[in-house]
Nanobody, 127 residues
């Protein structure tokens, strides 16, 4: 079972960049497809980005498409997401997640396809 810890959240100026990292432990990181989700108060969890086991394939949610990149380093058991041109509506708790062998449709960004979750990191976009 893999444990996930997010870092990098905080207060971000509108229009500014954001970098979030996810550190994994307790499992074979390269066996998991990985994803980022976010949840704003009163809203459902929303897909941000996902990346395949080797990093060769990436997928993005519509609200962030064109503003976000995702990468992973299987030698360091880490995953990183960069987002630019942040908007107040990007304010949310951001979660790192891992999809195991049972997950066939993780690439669609369905949170139910992800088995393991971090505790989340809060991002506030405000001046």
């Amino acid at each position: 079972q893999v444990q996930l810890v997010e870092s990098g959240g905080g207060l971000v100026q509108p229009g500014g960049p954001l970098r979030l990292s996810c550190a994994a432990s307790g499992g074979t990181f390269s066996k998991y497809a990985m994803g980022w989700f976010r949840q704003a108060p009163g809203k459902e969890r929303e897909f941000v980005a996902a990346i395949s086991w080797t990093g060769a394939n990436t997928y993005f949610g519509d609200p962030v498409k064109g503003r976000v990149t995702i990468s992973r380093d299987n030698t360091k058991n880490t995953m990183t997401v960069h987002m630019n041109s942040l908007k107040p509506e990007d304010t949310a708790d951001y979660y790192c997640a891992a999809a195991g062998d049972r997950s066939l449709y993780w690439w669609k960004g369905d949170p139910y396809e992800f088995d393991y979750w971090g505790q989340g990191t809060q991002v506030t976009v405000s001046s």
